[in-house]
């Protein structure tokens, strides 16, 4: 853990709707860098994983830039969101990706007996305690837009929600925490829990 | 979904087969009513009943077993086997049968299905789809034909077939494991299925209802207790907190939010970032911006703006006003708008719907409907509701979702202004024909106006003006007599 610098990196690779987890960082005062550059990555005390848009270029991107075989060696605290946490997966239905492989399961399509996306707020249950989960609030409302989610194992699932049935709304494994909603567009829950990630990272 | 227990009568008797095959077969007990008890008291939420004798026949056999379960018994009953004339679909269903199931071979009799689908309902005919070695089966399930899956599930479509029973006849009474591939199939196809074959564990029930399956039938399983019936039944109840979004509407012009019932009559209500701020913090689930007065000016103005209201609220804001194309859609993006919605655009050019779902993704595209009722039916309007197009509202919105469209904003110029309440009708008619969200907008003028368009419509949203800018009730107000009428809505 030597040598971190303490920021916060917000990996840049076109897929992510990077614009509102910067204004995000903005208003909590956070210092960070949006970059694609492997060192500032690595060196970071923090990471935040962002996405939106296809599974397919997503990962062509993370490639392209060499970013597939950089994430998952990360060791510093890593927060992946929305596309950010599918690409955690081993793969997608969208497109057939392969992904990353940084957690195990499969993303899939929601079934035609709920409408897609799911667009909207919905209630967040915390199924690991606070402190592994960045005080993601037991009950709270945040903000989801997804068409697929994260089929995972019973183990690596720190949080569910309902649309149809429970569905993966955080995974987490080692430094590796994600949700599939957007905590930068969830008020002040949402706030709250970058609030607690950057502290953790000691930004 | 439900999980139904199946009760298979030969003879008279409860019995199950070993794929199909009518030599292996297994007595369960000799008294169908019966058994048909026990499984209610074991939870049963519906019975799936089948005439296998009648099923080799080509008639109903068991009729007699078959009926006095459908007559007895407190649960919906769906019955088949041999059930291949209106007389004798009728029988059972003039009974109390929920459904009947036709057999596989019923798509070569379309007369026959035609008429029992227009006289009883699509909702009460469902036609069975065995499948074996990858291919339908015909007849009973000793004869196999030579009819591809696909070709198969076309014909069904085509027939106006919307309940499918789908077995994989290999599997059947093997307890290995249901075919979730080939099931898959069916329901990605916009069936209403119905599963069985191979379901002997809690996994299996729980992964059909990921696939969307409607119910799923068990034999084997729940005749041998492998399958306690209520255990499987709570882990696959349907199950949404997905809130319903309260959305105020801001109207901008030259950097100002106004209001007026028509455009030359505006009156200034305040700073849009200010408002933003304000309705953000007193629970607006999001916020629409409309740029009305949409000149070249007043197009940068507004840009600026956005990236200003991006900064200063966390809740997602949508905007829109004279949106007409992908450079007007990037830079609004870019500049921290989280959608866009298009309107006259959309209906003058559809293709521009699809390109911008492609470079940007659908879940920021919505489309704003202005309709107007003539008649039966509804009409699209453009600019601004100025002018009338030939385009059915119906229609409109059925190709914007092929379109790629993520979400419809529906607004009525019937109740535009006149705070008299959503047009229900129009919103029922869209949320029941297509299934993407629908924002309800227009006439929303009291909290009850609001209860009212999510108990009677499949609306996900609705929007607001008046109610927040002129009548001091704020989302949070609004949404707590939301949450105490029964709807689902944000603390």
């Known amino acids: 853990m030597s040598e971190r610098g303490n920021y916060i990196a917000v990996i840049d690779y076109r897929s992510g709707n990077t614009g509102s987890v910067k204004n995000a960082l903005e208003r909590l005062g956070v210092k960070y860098v949006v970059t694609d550059d492997a060192a500032r990555i690595k060196k970071a ?42 690409l955690l997966a081993d ?113 | 979904m439900l999980v139904v227990p199946a009760i298979d009568i030969k003879d008279g008797k409860c019995i199950r087969l070993l794929k199909g095959d009518f030599d292996k077969a297994t007595v369960y007990g000799d008294y169908p009513l019966k058994m048909a008890g026990r499984f209610m008291r074991a939870g049963a939420r519906c019975l799936h009943l089948v005439d296998l004798d009648g099923a080799k026949a080509g008639k109903p056999v068991n009729k007699r077993a078959a009926l006095e379960i459908i007559r007895k018994t407190s649960v919906p009953v769906q019955v088949g086997g041999g059930i291949r004339t209106y007389q004798a679909a009728r029988t059972y269903l003039d009974a109390g049968a929920s459904k009947v199931i036709l057999g596989t071979s019923a798509i070569q009799n379309p007369d026959l299905l035609e008429r029992l689908i227009k006289d009883f309902g699509s909702d009460r005919i469902m036609v069975a789809a065995d499948i074996k070695n990858g291919r339908l089966a015909m007849q009973g399930w000793t004869a196999s034909s030579n009819l591809p899956i696909a070709a198969g599930i076309a014909t069904l479509k085509r027939l106006g077939v919307v309940n499918v029973l789908v077995t994989d006849v290999s599997r059947d009474g093997t307890l290995d494991g249901p075919n979730f591939g080939l099931i898959g199939r069916f329901v990605k196809a916009g069936f209403q299925v119905t599963a069985a074959g191979g379901i002997s564990k809690l996994g299996d029930v729980a992964e059909l209802n990921k696939l969307g399956v409607s119910a799923a039938v068990a034999g084997k399983a729940v005749y041998e207790d492998a399958l306690d019936l209520k255990k499987a039944q709570a882990a696959v109840v349907y199950k949404n907190t997905l809130t319903k979004r309260i959305i105020p509407c801001l109207d901008v012009k030259d950097g100002k939010v106004v209001k007026g019932t028509n455009f030359t ?192 419509t499949g609306a996900d949203a609705a929007l607001g003006a008046s109610i927040f800018h002129y009548r001091g009730i704020n989302p949070s107000e609004l949404k707590q007599y939301l949450s105490a009428e029964g709807v689902e809505a944000r603390p």
């Open chain 1, 45 to 86: 005390s923090g990471v935040i994983f962002p996405g939106q848009g296809r599974a397919g270029p997503a990962m062509r991107q993370l490639r392209l830039k060499g970013l597939d075989r950089l994430i998952p060696r990360l060791e510093q605290p890593f927060l992946g969101i929305c596309l950010g946490m599918q």
């Open chain 1, 91 to 203: 793969r997608s239905e969208e497109d057939g990706a392969r992904c990353l492989g940084i957690i195990p399961g499969a993303c899939r399509r929601f079934p035609p007996s709920v409408k897609t996306p799911q667009l909207g707020w919905n209630k967040v249950v915390s199924v690991q305690s606070p402190s592994l989960t960045y005080g993601m609030q037991d009950g709270g409302y945040f903000y989801f837009v997804n068409s697929y989610y994260f089929d995972t194992d019973k183990v690596y699932v720190a949080g569910t929600a309902a649309y149809g049935f429970d569905f993966p709304s955080a995974v987490r494994k080692d430094n590796y925490f994600a949700v599939q909603f957007h905590p930068e567009k969830s008020g002040r829950d949402g706030e709250r829990m970058l609030k607690a990630f950057c502290e953790v990272c000691r930004c």
């Open chain 2, 265 to 456: 009559k505006l009156k200034v209500v305040g700073q849009p970032v200010k408002l933003a701020e304000k309705y953000s913090r007193n629970g607006a689930d999001e916020l629409v911006f409309l740029d009305v007065a949409a000149t070249l000016e007043g197009r940068k103005t507004f840009r600026g703006l956005v990236a200003d209201i991006a900064k200063a609220i966390n809740v997602p804001f949508t905007v829109g006003g004279g949106i007409s194309s992908i450079g007007d859609i990037r830079s609004l993006l870019a500049a921290g708008a989280d959608k866009v919605s298009l309107g006259t655009a959309a209906a003058i050019n559809p293709g521009m719907v699809r390109k911008a779902a492609e470079y940007f993704g659908s879940q920021c595209i919505v489309i704003s409907v202005d309709a107007k009722r003539e008649g039966e039916n509804w009409v699209l309007y453009i600019k601004g509701g100025a002018e009338p197009t030939t385009i059915d509202v119906l229609d409109f919105c059925e190709d914007m979702k092929r379109q790629g469209a993520g979400e419809l904003l529906v607004n009525s110029l019937d109740r535009d202004g006149t705070d008299s309440g959503f047009d229900l009708e129009l919103l029922r008619n869209i949320t029941d024909r297509v299934d993407i969200p629908v924002i309800a907008s227009s006439g929303g003028g009291s909290p009850e106006d609001f209860a009212r368009v999510f108990q009677t």
